[in-house]
């Protein structure tokens, strides 16, 4: 042994020493290690291990939206494989691969090589297919790019009834794109307490997504060209002290995008066309420090964080409108110079006093300081007005929170936690300029015996505004109705709830029962969201039915409910008292059952089959202040169902053959989409979009093939 | 060496509080081969260790690296629990870990610190999983070849382990792509603890949400307040059944916070669906179909965020 190194007291150590709390050095006699050989570890030789798979799978239709994230949006085969490898060298040297979805648009790919304790490099590909619509029509060409243009011979009217051409015109096209990233990681340590870290990403963002573009009085759905290139860089100095520790960081994040603009042709009357601005390049730098320090006294603990960064974005802008026949001023500045800065620190300290009390108290700030230019500006309303000059406002904040804790065993079994916390929040540039938020909570944490734990926590917290003021408006017609109270700035209290137990008498099975309610209310909201309400319940349950088999059943109910108090006026600006209310009650259910049965033919036949169903409901009610309703929205609804069996026969240790079957079906009815075609409209010209039904079978035999030792065969 | 002297100090300090101190328990005589010798063919599997990086004998930092405490590094001094146990007498018990385990859960993680204080700890102390007594050894497995919460094939499952009612949220028609296995959960919390709210990886939740949508940072020219402040303001992250993962359909969404006269303030209800008034303030786009940069704008017309 390293008998030159000193013991070292350790603050477990005075957690023994229980309500004493005086740190006590233990000395311990180090075993004979010349008698510790080790000689029945199996320790891994050198060579592969681990295994891979290959599989055909078959998809019975097309559908962008079970391909989403998938990449099995068409029907068809699809030639897959997979593996988990791992080569051991000779002193400690390894190579891994994981490779998941190597055939389809989900692939990732991950390769790790190095020497554990010393450094490790890790390699990483990986692909996001995001399917957004298949089922939309448009008239525009240049799909993708940065400049839409109707057809040739295309006449506008003023209504999608009166635009001659839409129908010939109208052909089907796809909204998604892919997102693509390589990373590079890299470990070194150096000593046992020194270690570095770097972590380099590069990720695209290619293909075509969802837009608008309107003029007075008109819109129409567009596609923006998405052509993001993000590099971020994670790097790290780690040092571990004896009783301490700390990390030393930065991190960087650069965002180009290709296309700054997107023109598009005016279908209807009007100016002929408009151009909006995509995001911006940006820039953010982070320097960051972080670390703990633990005191002998009480087994206390010190962390302790602080990140300062700046975001920045500074791309040459856009002139306030393409149409020469808008006049308008020259810019007051070719860039914007948007510049912030953000400060993140805390500070907590955990200590136990007595081996039954725990404290803990913290403090937290965070700052946005917007120091971005400030301008006077003369937009062009939609590339068809000249509106009024109006001054940028540049938001700002900043958080300061404290937070104090008390937990307490006060048996073996029986466990209490109360606290307390603040959170402040200054602004600027907007109708409340602080919040002032208090929060009590309780906590109970009961376990009779090692079987059955149950907990309940209640919580009650009241958020103040300062006064609420007008801020600035483009003239009266812009003007907020006075008795707005605006739900992430006004007064709430909050009230939650939450009981959970759980079951485990062994390893026959066990049950797991959750339910929250939360509740909140803006009473000093006139106008506005005046209430929201979460209930949650959730019950999960495992049994071994038989032998290996073993079953799990779950269930979960959610709902959403709120309401809006409305106050409508033609009258400029609105101050009219309010006089329509709008209610939400949204429902989500899932229940599902899976059975997985290994081990079946004598050891070769693994089997698993899983059902699910997920139903959401979603109702809105629209009534003004006597309670008469307006005409109702039907439900929107969806339901996705799903099944899917699979089974894995070993021919041998180093073989298994795999075949599966998967369904999934997805109905949805949604009153914003369905029966809305591109002319339903009078004013916008849609795509037509409809909700995402599909209906598709899987199927999927293949292989594994497990790298083993001889022996191990 | 840090491993072997805190292993030490914890395993008296846990006799201590067990009533079960004794002067000086003793490490084993022989080590992991005495262990084997009894749990080498115990269900669930032990063996599997020895495939992952705490199994590793060539580094020097693990519990199997030269001259390091091997099982007892973690376990504890065993010389009392694997030695002679008089007819009669129970077995005395060692350091276990996971919440049915005998061992206080402070204890157990305590433990796991000593080696990886440098890697977890940082934030950990007094963090959301610490204040609700989760054990290390409730998430992690160390004994089977891969550790389910390190691999993005499992990770979810075992986080839904306590997390069920998140498992449903990602059953929701519009949801971050965790059940489709393109993204994990840590690739937006931290479970070991965080500076920010809800365990999240960056200094807070915006700064979370730009790290894979970076188009979004800005600063732009024209920001949208809430939008600055708090993505949840409008998104639920998990999933929801409203399109773009908003917590409540346009247009009643967006009235909770716009009510100049006219159009923002007017109530819209059944009638005015595709098979009414078709009003382009509630169908397809609704508000976005006009204010079509709802998260800000850098067109120095975008004032209304319609460029």
Redesign the interface.
């Known amino acids: ?2 008998g030159n ?14 309500a004493t709390a005086a740190p006590v050095a ?8 010349e ?10 030789d050198k060579g592969l ?1 681990g295994s891979a798979g290959a599989s055909v799978l078959s998809v019975s239709d097309d559908s962008a939206r079970f391909g ?3 990449g099995l949006d068409e029907d068809g085969a699809y030639l897959n494989a997979d593996a ?1 490898l791992m080569y051991r060298a000779e ?2 040297y390894a190579v891994s691969v ?1 490779v ?1 979805n190597l055939g389809l648009d ?1 692939r ?1 790919l991950d390769i790790s090589a190095g ?4 450094w490790v490099v890790d390699l990483a590909w990986s692909e ?1 297919p995001r399917r957004l619509d298949d089922t939309g029509r448009t008239v525009y060409n240049g799909l993708g790019s940065s400049s839409l243009t109707l057809p040739a011979d295309w006449v506008r009217g003023d209504f999608t009834s009166s635009l001659p051409g839409l129908q010939q015109n109208l052909r089907n096209f796809t909204l998604g794109w892919d997102r693509e990233t390589l990373a590079l990681g890299v470990e070194y340590v150096q000593s ?2 020194v ?1 570095y870290e770097l972590d380099w990403t590069y990720q695209t963002k290619q293909g075509r997504g969802l ?4 003029f007075l009085g008109g ?1 129409q ?1 567009l596609v923006k060209p998405l052509d ?1 290139e ?1 590099n ?1 860089v994670d790097a790290a100095l ?3 002290g004896d009783n301490w ?1 700390i ?1 030393a960081g930065y ?1 960087g ?1 650069i ?1 180009s ?1 290709k296309d700054l603009l997107l023109t598009w042709e005016n279908p209807f009357t009007g100016p002929d066309r ?4 995509m ?2 390049d ?1 820039t ?1 730098h ?1 320097a ?1 420090v ?3 320090y633990q005191f002998a006294a009480w ?1 206390t ?1 010190l ?1 302790a ?1 602080y ?1 300062m ?1 700046r ?1 920045e ?1 500074g ?1 040459v ?5 393409l149409n020469p026949a808008v006049p308008f001023n020259a ?1 007051p500045t070719e860039r ?1 110079n ?3 800065d ?1 400060t ?3 500070l ?3 200590s ?1 006093p007595t ?1 039954r009390m725990r404290l ?1 108290g ?1 403090f ?1 700030y ?1 700052e ?1 300081d ?1 120091k ?1 230019g400030q301008y006077e ?1 003369t ?5 068809a007005m000249p ?1 009024v000059p ?1 001054v ?4 700002s ?1 900043e958080d300061t929170d404290f937070r104090l ?1 008390a ?1 307490y065993r006060l048996s073996r079994t029986l ?1 209490g ?1 109360v606290g307390w916390q603040r959170k402040e929040r200054e ?1 600027d ?2 109708e409340v300029d602080r919040n002032e938020e208090d929060s009590y909570f309780a906590r109970l ?1 009961f376990r009779p015996v ?2 059955l ?1 149950l907990s309940g926590k209640v919580e009650t917290s009241s958020r103040d505004a300062s006064s609420y003021q007008a801020i600035p ?2 003239g ?6 006075p008795l ?1 109270r ?3 700035l006004a007064d709430r209290d909050r009230n939650l709830g939450q009981v959970q137990a759980d079951f ?1 008498p062994g390893a026959r099975g066990g049950v ?1 029962l ?1 339910y ?1 309610r939360a509740r909140d209310r803006y009473d000093e909201s006139l ?3 005046v209430s929201a309400d979460v209930d ?1 319940f ?1 019950a ?1 349950g495992n049994l071994q039915l038989w032998k290996a088999l073993v079953a799990t059943a ?1 269930f ?1 109910r ?1 709902n ?1 409910e ?1 309401r ?1 108090v ?9 101050t ?1 008292l309010p006089n ?1 209310d ?1 209610r ?1 009650d ?1 429902r ?1 259910d ?1 229940v599902g059952l899976a059975l997985n049965w290994p081990g079946l033919a004598d050891g070769k036949l693994d089997l698993r089959a899983d059902w ?1 169903r ?1 139903d ?1 409901t ?1 109702d ?1 009610r ?1 009534q003004n202040p006597l309670g008469s309703a ?5 439900s ?1 609804r ?1 339901r ?1 169902t799903g099944a899917e069996i699979t089974a894995d026969y070993h021919l041998n240790p180093r073989w298994t053959l795999n075949a599966g079957w998967r369904w999934e079906k997805y109905e ?1 009815d949604d ?6 075609g591109p002319a ?5 010209l ?1 795509f037509g ?1 409809q909700t995402q039904d599909y209906d598709v079978n899987l199927f999927m035999v293949g292989f594994r093939y497990n790298f083993i030792k001889e022996k191990a065969e | ?2 491993l ?3 292993v ?10 067990a009533g079960l ?1 004794q002067a ?10 005495g262990c ?2 009894c749990h ?1 063919d115990w269900d669930p599997p032990l ?1 599997g260790i ?2 992952t ?1 705490h ?8 519990p ?2 030269e ?1 390091q ?2 099982c007892e590094a973690c376990h504890g ?1 065993g010389a009392t629990h694997g030695g002679r146990v008089p007819r009669g007498q129970a077995r005395p018990p060692i350091i276990n870990f996971g ?2 385990a ?1 061992t206080p859960i ?2 157990q993680n ?2 796991c610190l ?1 080696c990886h ?2 890697h977890v ?6 963090s959301a999983h ?2 609700a ?1 989760v054990a290390c050894g409730d998430c992690h497995k160390l004994h089977p070849p ?1 550790d389910p919460l390190l691999s ?2 499992t990770q979810a499952e075992a986080c839904y382990a306590c997390h ?2 998140i ?3 990602f ?3 519009h949801a971050h ?1 965790v059940r ?3 993204l994990v959960c840590t690739d937006c919390h931290n479970p070991h ?1 965080s ?2 709210d809800g365990l999240l990886v ?3 939740l915006n ?1 979370t949400c ?2 894979c949508h ?10 949208h ?2 939008v ?3 993505c949840t ?1 409008c998104h639920d992250p998990h999933g929801a ?3 773009g993962m908003l ?3 346009a247009p ?1 969404l967006c ?8 159009h923002p ?7 005015n ?4 008034s ?3 303030f ?5 508000c ?3 204010h ?2 709802v998260h800000g ?8 965020l ?2």
């Open positions: 042994m390293n190194r000193k013991l070292k007291v350790v603050m477990a150590a005075i957690l023994g020493a229980g233990f000395a311990q006699e180090l075993p004979d290690f008698q510790w050989q080790c000689r029945f570890c199996p320790f891994p291990q989403n994230y998938t988990e002193g400690g994981d998941r989900s990732a020497r554990q304790g010393h996001i046992a307490r270690r837009t608008w573009g309107n819109a759905d993001y993000t971020q780690i040092y571990t520790n990390r991190f994040s965002f995008n408009g151009r909006s601005a995001a911006p940006n953010y982070q960051q972080s670390g703990a087994d603990v962390n964080s990140a960064g975001m974005q791309d802008l856009l002139q306030y409108t810019l914007f948007g510049k912030v953000t993140h620190a805390n907590r300290l955990t136990r081996d803990v913290e937290r965070s946005r917007n971005s500006w937009p062009v309303q939609s590339d509106g109006f940028n406002p540049v938001y904040f804790l937990e466990q936690t602004r540039y907007q944490r090692s079987e734990t408006s483009i009266a017609g812009a003007e907020q109705n707005l605006k739900y992430y485990n797991s959750r929250e106008v506005g969201l949650q959730s999960e779950y979960s959610d959403y709120s809006t409305g106050a409508a006026s033609f009258a400029t600006p609105n009219a329509w709008g939400t949204d989500h899932v699910m997920a959401t979603g809105i629209i307006a005409t109702p929205f039907p929107l969806s996705l949805a009153w914003a989409l369905d029966g809305v339903t409209i009078a004013n916008v849609t979009s | 060496m840090l072997r002297v805190s030490v100090s914890i395993a008296l300090a846990l006799l201590g509080m101190a000086q328990e003793e490490y084993s005589r022989r080590g992991a081969d084997i010798g080498g063996m020895f495939q990086p199994g590793n004998p060539h580094d020097a930092r693990s199997f690296g001259k405490l091997q001094p919440s049915k005998w402070p204890q305590a433990m000593n204080e440098g700890g940082e934030q950990w102390a007094g610490d204040l007594s891969q993005k094939r069920a009612n498992k449903s949220d059953l929701k028609p792509p489709q296995g393109a603890g500076r920010a960056r200094s807070n700064e730009y790290s970076t188009e979004k940072r800005g600063p732009l020219v024209w920001e307040a809430p600055v402040e708090d303001n059944m409203h399109p917590t409540r359909r009643l009235q909770s916070c716009h009510t100049p006269s006219g303030a007017v109530p819209y209800d059944g009638s669906l595709a098979g009414g078709a009003s382009s509630v169908i397809a786009g609704n976005l179909s006009c079509t940069q704008s850098n067109h120095p017309s975008g004032k209304a319609m460029r």
